[in-house]
């Protein structure tokens, strides 16, 4: 997943934990409602690591300094040298990493209810009318959490301005829509008691839209504002209102506002950890900070390479002066002393063995943080063939995080459903991470299970459906099993087989006293 770092706080080579002011004139005051609350400047510091890893080699040159520090008596020339050097060997391992831990999550679709509103089925195909169905917009909200440690979906509603009633809206295709949020562009959060459930109050989210340029045909120009939503008592009792602030010379200004039909803010957070009301560092930190380390390693280890490992001529016994112009070395040296030297130089090739022992170590530092990431520990002496699929549910960090998830997506979609009057359609990520491996002799075994009786064939298609053998797309242990039964009705019930004659074709039997005589002709020949 890339994030547009165009519309993101600035980040500056030496970090103080805040970010400086975001597109526009540095010297232009900013509103209040502009700048970031306590809980996204604690957050900064992590962002700026993470950041750096997801935006690769262009945000690693932009940084500069940041995270490839500049050598003692290092000129800018050689310095920009070693670094575009160092960022074309940059590898993401943190970018893969997340991606793994994301498809296994991910790897089997979200499973929706039995009965499903015909008039949101579509919608949950184009949740964002970009395309992007409930399994995609799932996938990449829960790794922008993984990211940020925490992300924020809002589930929009176009303007109904000259729309009467639902009617009027179904006819013009006005429907929910979801935009999601990475933590860095929410730049304030609160949130209150609803009932039995902890719901968000008021946010404020950092925008930067494009606009036409007044005048001008085709010339666009991006316009940072801030989108506020909190809630409000009016006659009708609590609604939700939403207020767009741009800023001109003269400060502040809202641009655009109104009030929703919502009783609740219309935006669900998805938090991977909420302790300390989530200001704390993403569960993937450290794998970015290692993969930086594994940056200006292999950025050492390139530049060690171009300047020691090409052998260089060495002359002793004379002066520069005395050698006069060199020319080529590709050929031979001529040298007007007889007493002078000359050598190849070059470093031993053991000098590399332990910064490329340290980068090795580096990354298996990394895999082991995202292994251990996924799965829990095992205790000593339990049984892995017993257990395995238990611990993986019930104790790994990345099933909790599934946990999580589940519930804030379930959350969004009932607040969609509550825009077009519906009741709550609720679903189910699967956890069922680790894929059960199924040999041809365990099938074998089963299939004598179920012949002896003591195995419905419902529990082992079941089983073998678990067991991911391949089964066509669409495929379902209900629909084969209706299959199965009629197959075996049809399979039951008396077979009549058709009579190739026909009633009218067959002949009655014959009578030996009405056999015609026969033809004297044909019996003499």
Known sequence: MAYNYSDRFKATAVRDGKPNIAAGDPQQKRSPVFLPGDLHEEMCPYWDAIEAVRGGTQKLLEMGEAYLPKEPMEDDEAYSRRLNRAVLGFTPWYVRLVAGMTGTVFRKPVVMPEQVPVEVEPQFKDLTLKGDGIDAVSAEWFESGVDYNYAGMLIDYPDTEGLQTRRDERDRQVRPYWILYPGSKILDIEYSQQGSVRKVSFVRLHQVVKESVEGSEFEKELIEQVLVYDLMATPDGTRCRYRIFRQDDDGEFVHKQGITSLDEVPFVVFAVDKKNDMAIAPPMTQIANLNLKHYQLSGDIDHALHIGAVPRLFIFGMSANELGDLGSTSEAVCIPNPDAKVEWVVAPITSYDALQSRIEKCELQMASLALAAMHAQKNVGESADAKKLDRAQSDSILSQ?????????????????????????????PRDFDATQITSDMVRALADVVNTGRLTTETF???????????????????????????????????????????????????????????PESVDQ
């Not at 946990?403 to 990520?429: D, S």
Request: hydrophobic share 35%.
């Open 401 to 429: 995080m599934a946990i999580a998830f589940q519930t804030a997506l379930n959350q969004a979609l009932a607040i969609h459903c509550k825009y077009i009057g519906l009741e709550p359609v609720e679903v189910e990520i």
């Open 461 to 519: 298609l079941r089983i073998l459906h678990r067991g991911e053998l391949g089964f066509p797309d669409g495929w379902t242990v209900e629909d084969e099993v209706k299959r199965l039964e009629a197959e075996n009705k049809q399979e039951a019930a008396p077979k009549q087989l058709p009579d190739p004659f026909g009633e009218e074709d067959i002949p009655d039997e014959a009578d030996p006293e009405s056999e015609p005589e026969p033809d």
